[in-house]
């Protein structure tokens, strides 16, 4: 009977042991996963005790939502616009989206434009870069501006040889739909890596923020400083992410939606942070085309992020809301608010 007891007593113990084991972070459990998604490559790590779930349907999401918003795929919302003649009925979610993007093509007077599609193809970053002859730039520049789409509800109608291009705005929304889904299974640490797209999700296992580099744009194994996060996203848009040469001149794939060539103005790279991956995106992409003076100016006039960008000359603009720190070497100019 003393036996039985002692025998009861200790899997009692085991038992207790075990359930404080796995409330506790000692007994976090880690899942990762990478897939090739978006025309990038993409990480997703994280902890906790329902990490894997979340690993799983964050990768379940990300293949939802590229089958609604590639421009390539022929059953894609993105798609069906660009292709079919007349008014496209869309999804929620995409009309949301466009509406989105509108409203900050107008904040950012016309910076960020999601209708520069027939530009885009023109230079064909996809697939064949090749530099355009001048009369068609003046073409697909004529068929590129936000007048040319009108959405109403979920129809959407442009018109003719005009096209919509989410490639912006799409990685940062998704980051979004994905952050929803760590905090739905209370996930209290991940890293998600969308190609230049980073989220840090809660803490590190330590508790302390993540720590996310900033690369430099001249050197694909160094980074300018690091960003501390917590709950943010670190978004970089930069000429040396996709580019071609041709007779010693570098062509990116961010364009200048007035030249419609690719924006020269004066920055390397631009790294927003902010919470609002949407946001996050298009600004990165906008800040960009609109250059140092521009870019400080609608930071001190919209809240909601900051931003870290590498200059033609390799010195940094930094807003001082970023948790920034340069690595040794590199001079920061930091922009205040006040
Ligand atoms: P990102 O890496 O976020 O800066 O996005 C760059 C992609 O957005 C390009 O590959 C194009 O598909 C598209 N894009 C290029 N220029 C612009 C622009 N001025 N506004 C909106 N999207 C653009
Ligand atoms: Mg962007």
């Not at 964050?58 to 069906?80: A, P, V």
């Not at 490639?167 to 994905?178: P, S």
């Amino acid at each position: 009977m003393k036996q039985l007891a002692k025998k009861i007593l200790s899997i009692l113990c085991v038992s207790v042991l075990l359930i404080s084991c796995l409330a506790s972070s000692g007994c976090q459990q880690e899942a990762s996963g990478t897939l090739f998604a978006l025309d990038t490559y993409i990480t997703l790590r994280a902890y906790g005790r329902h990490a894997q779930a979340a690993v799983d349907q964050c990768t379940g999401e990300i293949t939802r939502l590229e089958n609604l918003l590639s421009t390539t795929r022929s059953y894609s919302d993105i798609y069906k616009i660009n292709h079919q003649e007349g008014p496209v009925a869309v999804s929620d979610e995409t009309a949301q989206l466009i509406t989105r993007s509108l409203s900050i093509t107008e904040e950012t007077q016309g910076a960020f434009d999601i209708t520069l599609r027939p530009l885009i193809s023109l230079w064909g970053f996809e697939q064949e870069p090749r530099l355009p002859e001048e009369e068609e730039l003046l073409t697909a520049l004529s068929l590129s501006g936000a007048g040319h789409l009108s959405l109403t509800g979920h129809s959407v109608l442009l018109d003719p040889g005009c096209g919509v291009d989410l490639g912006g705005i799409a990685k940062g929304y998704i980051t979004d739909r994905l952050v929803s889904i760590l905090e739905e299974q209370k996930v209290p640490g991940a890293m998600l890596v969308l190609g230049g797209n980073v989220y840090a999700h809660g803490t590190r296992e330590n508790g302390k923020p993540w720590r996310v580099g900033v690369q430099d744009p001249r050197d694909e194994h160094g980074i300018v400083g690091v960003v501390e996060a917590q709950d943010q996203c670190v978004i970089t848009s930069g000429g040396y992410q996709r580019y071609f040469e041709q007779d010693g001149i570098t062509y990116h794939h961010i364009l200048s939606p007035e030249t419609g060539y690719p924006a020269d103005s004066g920055f390397l790279s631009v790294t927003i942070v902010s919470s609002d991956g949407t946001l996050a995106d298009a600004l990165s992409t906008a800040l960009f085309v609109m250059g140092p003076e521009k870019a400080e100016a609608y930071w001190k006039s919209h809240p909601g992020f900051g931003f870290v960008a590498v200059l033609e000359d390799g010195s940094l603009l930094v807003t001082e809301d970023c948790h920034f720190t340069p690595e040794t070497g590199f001079a920061a100019t930091i922009l205040q608010k006040g």
